[in-house]
C-alpha cells in the first residue's frame, strides 16, 4: 500500500488487484514462484487518462468521536 500512496504523491494512478490470476500455474512459472511462495498482488502505475470524479464522503463531524478510554485523562 505505500507503494500506491507515494505513487499516487507523485501524480500517478494506480491499482492494486489480488485475484485469481495471483495463483494462475502459468503466472507463477512466469515469476518462477517455489511452491511455498504466494503473490500478495499485482500493483499498476501508470498516468490515468481521466481523472476520477470525487465521489461524495460522509461527513466526519457526525461519524467520529473523541476515545475516552480508561487511560486517557
Known amino acids: 500500500m505505500n ?3 507515494a505513487a499516487n504523491a507523485l501524480g500517478y494512478a494506480t491499482n492494486w488487484i ?3 490470476y ?3 500455474a502459468p503466472a507463477r512459472a ?3 514462484l517455489a511452491p511455498h511462495e ?3 498482488g499485482f500493483v499498476h502505475i501508470g498516468t490515468a487518462e481521466n481523472k476520477m470524479p470525487e465521489r461524495p464522503r460522509a461527513d466526519m463531524e ?3 468521536s473523541d476515545y475516552s478510554g480508561p487511560w486517557v485523562e
Do not use: P
Open 3 to 5: 507503494l500506491c500512496i
Open 18 to 20: 489480488s485475484n485469481w
Open 62 to 64: 457526525k461519524i467520529v
Open 22 to 24: 495471483a495463483e494462475d
Open 30 to 32: 512466469f515469476l518462477g
Open 38 to 40: 504466494r503473490v500478495a
